[in-house]
């Protein structure tokens, strides 16, 4: 069964997510990688708190269009999230984040703020970048395009029923830890 | 003898072979897909991921988006007749690049690694990549290869022996490195991958062999016996693993395993893998002279 979210979203709902829950997520999102992660941790900027508080940040470099005045958004994939684990317990408690969404999963640290903060982690296909930047209705605003460039900018997007996986919950379950596999 | 191109025509169909490579995944990797999808189990995570790639590679080729937005530092393997400049072939093969990411099909990716600038059309140091080779058609061939960086990321070069996985330079060697590769890759590179394997070589020569074997079909086989074997035993071998799509379990793995070697010198024994994504963009175009 499918659930549906609105952001923003309130720590109660997003507590009794559970890692295998099917999503559609809609509402404000805002992307960030591996420079925004830094740029977050290390100089807090207070621009993005009305967008992230509550919010979603998807680890993903889309490719967009200008369109006159605005922007449109191409293909909005995921991008691997493990780069962003040294900065992101700190990112979901600074600005009080109810999802990120990535691929591939995150660490224990991660895991331990999802708990601590009531967040949750939403898994999204990657490569299947069509389908998500199908969900863009609006492209809002943009921050640090001049000084991160296209993929690494925090685009600003209302999106509408966005499909992801919870993949890690609150309560400490992950779908990512490792699997001991014999190759030989 | 000296031959004329119009570098106009050849940069136009340049720019729509990468509009064609970006939006539309090559029939054979479509179809290897589209079985993977009869491996898994009804109801599963890993169906569903295979359904939703599928339907992302509908949608892509039906809208003329870039089917994944991570279209790396896109590579050209150029083979041209004798008597023409190279030179002019890179400058049609660099406007090309520029056009396709104005126009949306090409991410800008290039980043210069000291500064942290992109260069905001995909031009830079070194980008795009392109080897030039000599043939005897009459025709430019030109073969170009999308790679993302999750992909480029899990690729990994090997040195035997190496007693981390206990690998001796033989083919049980290679055989584990391989597969410790497909391990560590886990879900990271964007599974179920395509491996390229280059055996022998140097650190460069190996890694380029890796990479190349990624032109092949998934249909098409080794012409040598052994090779061939060894490909179809890795496939087999990695989707037992477990691992499965977006590596959240499943039997799809990898979707191929394609190898080809390269004389070593006796002190050096590399195996190296280029990991590709499932999104394996690869377009091939002939520009009749």
Not at chain 1, 13 to 33: Q, Y
Not at chain 2, 30 to 51: D, F, T, Y
Not at chain 2, 222 to 238: A, G, K, Y
Not at chain 2, 253 to 276: D, E, N, Q
Request: charged share 20%; net charge neutral.
């Amino acid at each position: 069964m499918k659930k549906y979210l609105q952001l923003p979203l309130n720590e109660p709902d997003v507590r009794a997510l559970r890692a295998g829950d099917t999503v559609l997520l809609s509402g404000t999102i805002v992307t960030g990688r591996d420079m925004a992660h830094r740029w977050l941790t290390e100089e807090k900027p207070d621009a993005l708190r009305p967008f992230l508080l509550n919010g979603a940040i998807y680890h993903c470099g889309p490719v967009m269009v200008r369109d006159k005045d605005s922007w449109l958004c191409r293909s909005a994939g995921p991008t691997t999230s493990t780069r962003g684990e040294a900065y992101q317990a700190d990112v979901i408690r600074e600005y009080g984040l109810r999802c990120v969404i990535g691929k591939g999963g995150m660490g224990e640290r991660t895991l331990q703020a999802l708990g601590d903060g009531g967040a949750v982690y939403l898994h999204a296909v990657g490569g299947a970048a069509v389908i998500y930047a199908n969900t863009v209705r609006k492209v809002l605003t943009v921050f640090r395009l001049e000084e991160f460039g296209v993929p690494e900018a925090m685009w600003v997007m209302e999106v509408a029923d966005f499909p992801a996986v919870v993949t890690m919950d609150s309560a400490g379950n992950s779908l990512h830890r490792e699997r001991t596999v014999r190759a030989w | 003898m000296s031959r004329n191109f119009s570098e106009k025509d050849l940069t136009l169909a340049l720019a729509g072979c990468l509009r064609q490579a970006s939006c539309e995944l090559p029939e054979d990797v479509e179809n290897a897909l589209r079985a993977a999808m009869k491996n898994e189990a009804a109801g599963s995570l890993a169906l569903s991921i295979l359904v939703t790639i599928v339907q992302n590679v509908e949608l892509a080729k039906t809208q003329q988006q870039a089917l994944c937005q991570d279209t790396g530092l896109p590579a050209f393997y150029v083979s041209y007749p004798q008597g023409l400049s190279t030179r002019r072939i890179a400058a049609c093969i660099e406007h090309a690049v520029v056009v396709a990411t104005e126009a949306g099909y090409l991410r800008p990716n290039a980043v210069d690694p000291v500064t942290g600038l992109n260069s905001g059309n995909n031009l830079g140091t070194r980008i795009p990549y392109t080897v030039f080779t000599e043939s005897d058609e009459p025709e430019i061939r030109i073969d170009c290869l999308l790679k993302g960086g999750g992909s480029e990321n899990v690729s990994v070069q090997y040195s035997l022996p190496d007693s981390r996985i206990d690998a001796s330079r033989d083919l049980e060697g290679v055989r584990r490195c391989v597969l410790d590769s497909v391990i560590r890759a886990k879900g990271n590179g964007c599974a179920p991958g395509i491996l390229g394997v280059g055996i022998g070589g140097d650190r460069i020569t190996g890694l380029q062999t890796a990479k190349e074997q990624l032109f092949r079909r998934l249909t098409d086989t080794n012409p040598d016996p052994v090779l061939d074997d060894l490909e179809r035993s890795l496939l087999e071998r990695s989707n037992a693993l477990g691992i499965g799509p977006m590596g959240l379990g499943g039997n799809t793995t990898l979707l191929g395993v394609k190898i080809g070697t390269a004389h070593r010198i006796p002190a050096s024994f590399y195996v190296s893998v280029a990991y590709m994504c499932w999104a394996c963009r690869r377009n091939s175009l002939r520009f009749p002279l």
